[in-house]
T-cell receptor, first 110, second 114 residues
Framework: GQSLEQPSEVTAVEGAIVQINCTYQ??????LSWYQQHDGGAPTFLSY????GLEETGRFSSFLSRSDSYGYLLLQELQMKDSASYFC???????????FGTGTRLQVFP | KAGVTQTPRYLIKTRGQQVTLSCSPI?????VSWYQQTPGQGLQFLFE???????NKGNFPGRFSGRQFSNSRSEMNVSTLELGDSALYLC?????????????FGPGTRLTVT
């Protein structure tokens, strides 16, 4: 089946760097996306990797390696407002369905 | 441009009842997808509508249904509610084009079944 695994929780302090991994057991997808969701809020799009490699958007970077079946979201210069849940997601080529990862809750401490 | 809106935001129903949730996508977006979010199962895809046609369906029982209108607004319906249907129901809109990858989510409807 298709599954995207993420660590359930990650903690870090303000100013630090944190990496959230997404490992998958699926193939044939268009690209890897990342979404952020604050408690009580809606998921918001952060980044997209269509090809292998690193994509940088401000403090956030995302990486994809199809040969290693994994990707990650890198958050730098952490701020308290980064405390949220983060989801990776892929859109399958065969079904066109968007499949979400299990989600990672990031807690940033002062 | 206005974001995705969902109504109602909160809903309490009793087992056996039915419920209809509404979603208005971003202007110009033709694709609307629905998701169920629960603490235990995460974000689960329900279905996607594009130009009034169901383009995709997740692995949910037939009690879950939806439709899309000519103005792209979408509704989802859950009949014969069960306690396990308590969840946050999110809708997301996108252009629906082949190269589109970003989905814009609404605030969700939190459904509680008692």
């Amino acid at each position: 089946g298709q599954s995207l695994e993420q660590p359930s929780e990650v903690t870090a302090v303000e100013g630090a760097i944190v990496q959230i991994n997404c490992t998958y057991q699926t193939s044939g997808f268009y690209g890897l996306s990342w979404y952020q969701q604050h408690d009580g809020g809606a998921p918001t799009f952060l980044s997209y990797n269509a090809l292998d490699g690193l994509e940088e958007t401000g403090r956030f970077s995302s990486f994809l390696s199809r040969s290693d079946s994994y990707g990650y979201l890198l958050l730098q210069e952490l701020q308290m407002k980064d405390s949220a849940s983060y989801f990776c997601a892929v859109r399958m080529e065969d079904t066109d369905k968007l499949i979400f990862g299990t989600g990672t809750r990031l807690q940033v401490f002062p | 441009k206005a974001g995705v809106t969902q109504t109602p935001r909160y809903l309490i129903k009793t087992r056996g009842q039915q419920v209809t949730l509404s979603c208005s996508p971003i202007s110009g977006h033709r694709s609307v997808s629905w998701y169920q979010q629960t603490p235990g199962q995460g974000l689960q895809f329900l279905f996607e509508y594009f130009s009034e046609t169901q383009r995709n369906k997740g692995n949910f029982p037939g009690r879950f249904s939806g439709r899309q209108f000519s103005n792209s607004r979408s509704e989802m319906n859950v009949s014969t509610l069960e306690l396990g249907d308590s969840a946050l129901y999110l809708c997301a809109s996108s252009s629906g084009l082949a190269d589109s990858y970003e989905q814009y989510f609404g605030p969700g409807t939190r459904l509680t079944v008692t």
